[in-house]
């Protein structure tokens, strides 16, 4: 889950953004502000077959709610699934309308003895008030027949018109997992995991005019909308040209934009005009592409995307300062910065798409702004209680785990199993090629030498040893007695290290867990 959305790549190579369930405690019916209903059973059998809906009694003046918010003139989509012991009619709010009629603000429903997923949409909200009605009123056009039970099961309020399938809430709204794909080939990547990152560019699709050059909207965008920006030269004459984005800076911050090469096909991405040292130069002409450096600046990168595009990306360097996001489109050039003179025929140009600043010494996932800076929260991806429980061998058992490897200067772990936020136990892949594991006592590694981007790592325990193996490398033996881990495990998380706050960055394609202990050449 994620308390925010956020974008990936789909399998048709276009950036996708994933959907939320706005609603808070969206499976929580008894927590609900409710009036004419009585609780019969929280654990009716639901549509998946699992004791996980709710039924209440309910008389021709009842209605239950949850509070919400919406923004005015979005859309929305409310959904939820309804079954009854008779046929009924009842009323479904529209999210962020405020008649509570049928008709009008709600959409009339009809249940039935079988279970089925309602829905109600809103094109333009009204109102900023988003709750969630479930509508059993007589006065409001609902029709219930004496002695009505109503069985209720996973509600969600999403953006949009179209619902998606239910994502679990509790105190805190929830994002859908991301499954990402390689922008050109279209092949899956895996499940992302990142951090938590914020953009810090306001409006970060809205390119001011750039001096000699005029911006047009409406071209085909990374993300499939119309949303890209034509930049083409307007004058002939001596002027330099640029697009800038002015902000401030510091260093460890990564700047990304997208760009479509057209006529023009080298660019600089600096710190503001003049700038010696803050800068990354493009040559997307080549393959792959010929990039330089400045002294304040690392890790640059020019990632493709579907249809042309590059998401062109630097790291500062500099501890601190003034700055402006420059975008300088350049004929010859990529040793030294463009200066007056380096002249662009009149009708020359490229295109331009979302822009980001974010703390961090690598680019993460493109994440929309409008007026205000937005932060996407970190992906938690966590299995405990029974649902761990009820397949977790404490006894013995082989994890196996694809997962890529995020360059970075800190130590971020791909981990995969733990006690909560203690150190348990877990099998890990961390930053510096290593596969490891730790059971709460010893610990054994493997450490690759020039692994592929994708490692295949795993681990398997059992009363008297544990071994892991990365990429055919078996580790030496472990002796141990007992559990695994020596504190048992109550739950699976993805992603955390135990040590600091830092979440591993990047895709596990494959995860796999089996209740017994594999033979050492099935480890490798």
């Given at each position: 889950?994620?308390?925010?959305?956020?974008?990936?790549?789909?399998?048709?190579?276009?950036?996708?953004?994933?959907?939320?369930?706005?609603?808070?405690?969206?499976?929580?019916?008894?927590?609900?502000?409710?009036?004419?209903?009585?609780?019969?059973?929280?654990?009716?059998?639901?549509?998946?077959?699992?004791?996980?809906?709710?039924?209440?009694?309910?008389?021709?003046?009842?209605?239950?709610?949850?509070?919400?918010?919406?923004?005015?003139?979005?859309?929305?989509?409310?959904?939820?699934?309804?079954?009854?012991?008779?046929?009924?009619?009842?009323?479904?709010?529209?999210?962020?309308?405020?008649?509570?009629?049928i008709g009008a603000g709600n959409e009339e429903i009809n249940v039935t003895t079988e279970w089925q997923r309602f829905t109600a949409v809103t094109t333009s909200a009204n109102t900023t008030d988003g709750r969630f009605l479930v509508d059993f009123?007589?006065?409001?056009?609902?029709?219930?027949?004496?002695?009505?039970?109503?069985?209720?099961?996973?509600?969600?309020?999403?953006?949009?018109?179209?619902?998606?399938?239910?994502?679990?809430?509790?105190?805190?709204?929830?994002?859908?997992?991301?499954?990402?794909?390689?922008p050109v080939t279209g092949e899956s990547l895996g499940l992302l995991i990142e951090e938590v990152r914020t953009n810090l560019i306001t409006n970060s699709n809205n390119f001011p005019n750039g001096t000699g050059l005029a911006l047009t909207t409406?071209?085909?965008?990374?993300?499939?909308?119309?949303?890209?920006?034509?930049?083409?030269?307007?004058?002939?004459?001596?002027?330099?040209?640029?697009?800038?984005?002015?902000?401030?800076?510091?260093?460890?911050?990564?700047?990304?934009?997208?760009?479509?090469?057209?006529?023009?096909?080298?660019?600089?991405?600096?710190?503001?005009?003049?700038?010696?040292?803050?800068?990354?130069?493009?040559?997307?002409?080549?393959?792959?592409?010929?990039?330089?450096?400045?002294?304040?600046?690392?890790?640059?990168?020019?990632?493709?995307?579907?249809?042309?595009?590059?998401?062109?990306?630097?790291?500062?360097?500099?501890?601190?300062?003034?700055?402006?996001?420059?975008?300088?489109?350049?004929?010859?050039?990529?040793?030294?910065?463009?200066?007056?003179?380096?002249?662009?025929?009149?009708?020359?140009?490229?295109?331009?798409?979302?822009?980001?600043?974010?703390?961090?010494?690598?680019?993460?996932?493109?994440?929309?702004?409008?007026?205000?800076?937005?932060?996407?929260?970190?992906?938690?991806?966590?299995?405990?209680?029974?649902?761990?429980?009820?397949?977790?061998?404490?006894?013995?058992?082989?994890?196996?785990?694809?997962?890529?490897?995020?360059?970075?200067?800190?130590?971020?772990?791909?981990?995969?199993?733990?006690?909560?936020?203690?150190?348990?136990?877990?099998?890990?892949?961390?930053?510096?090629?290593?596969?490891?594991?730790?059971?709460?006592?010893?610990?054994?590694?493997?450490?690759?030498?020039?692994?592929?981007?994708?490692?295949?790592?795993?681990?398997?325990?059992?009363?008297?040893?544990?071994?892991?193996?990365?990429?055919?490398?078996?580790?030496?033996?472990?002796?141990?007695?007992?559990?695994?881990?020596?504190?048992?495990?109550?739950?699976?998380?993805?992603?955390?290290?135990?040590?600091?706050?830092?979440?591993?960055?990047?895709?596990?394609?494959?995860?796999?867990?089996?209740?017994?202990?594999?033979?050492?050449?099935?480890?490798?």
């Open positions: 889950s994620r308390a925010s959305s956020g974008t990936y790549v789909g399998s048709d190579g276009l950036i996708k953004t994933s959907p939320v369930n706005l609603l808070l405690y969206s499976n929580g019916f008894t927590t609900w502000v409710k009036s004419g209903l009585g609780t019969i059973s929280s654990t009716t059998t639901a549509p998946d077959g699992t004791a996980t809906a709710t039924t209440f009694s309910a008389s021709g003046a009842a209605y239950i709610y949850r509070a919400g918010s919406c923004v005015v003139g979005e859309s929305y989509v409310g959904s939820i699934w309804i079954k009854g012991n008779a046929n009924a009619t009842l009323g479904l709010r529209k999210p962020g309308t405020s008649s509570p009629t009123r007589t006065a409001a056009g609902s029709s219930v027949p004496p002695g009505f039970e109503v069985s209720l099961w996973q509600a969600q309020i999403e953006e949009g018109t179209t619902a998606t399938d239910y994502i679990p809430t509790g105190a805190t709204i929830s994002g859908a997992p991301r499954f990402d794909h390689d409406g071209s085909t965008a990374p993300d499939g909308s119309l949303d890209g920006v034509r930049v083409e030269s307007y004058s002939n004459g001596s002027a330099q040209r640029y697009v800038a984005i002015a902000g401030s800076i510091s260093a460890n911050q990564t700047i990304s934009v997208f760009i479509k090469p057209d006529e023009i096909e080298k660019f600089w991405l600096s710190g503001g005009y003049g700038t010696t040292g803050l800068f990354a130069a493009f040559d997307l002409s080549t393959s792959p592409p010929t990039i330089t450096s400045g002294s304040d600046t690392a890790g640059a990168e020019a990632t493709p995307y579907t249809n042309g595009w590059f998401r062109l990306s630097f790291t500062s360097t500099v501890s601190s300062g003034g700055f402006s996001l420059v975008i300088t489109p350049d004929l010859n050039k990529t040793s030294t910065i463009p200066n007056v003179g380096d002249d662009i025929p009149i009708g020359y140009g490229f295109f331009v798409f979302g822009a980001q600043q974010e703390a961090g010494t690598f680019p993460t996932s493109y994440i929309p702004t409008t007026s205000a800076a937005v932060t996407r929260a970190a992906d938690v991806a966590t299995i405990g209680g029974a649902n761990f429980s009820s397949w977790f061998n404490q006894s013995e058992g082989t994890f196996f785990a694809e997962a890529n490897r995020v360059v970075s200067s800190d130590q971020r772990y791909m981990r995969i199993i733990s006690n909560q936020n203690s150190v348990s136990g877990y099998l890990i892949l961390n930053t510096f090629n290593v596969v490891g594991s730790y059971d709460g006592v010893g610990a054994n590694v493997v450490t690759l030498t020039n692994p592929p981007s994708f490692v295949k790592c795993a681990m398997g325990y059992n009363a008297t040893d544990v071994k892991v193996a990365g990429n055919g490398t078996l580790s030496a033996t472990v002796g141990r007695s007992g559990t695994y881990p020596f504190t048992p495990a109550t739950s699976l998380r993805l992603g955390p290290n135990a040590f600091s706050p830092n979440i591993y960055n990047g895709h596990i394609s494959r995860l796999a867990y089996f209740p017994t202990r594999k033979t050492d050449q099935e480890l490798i």
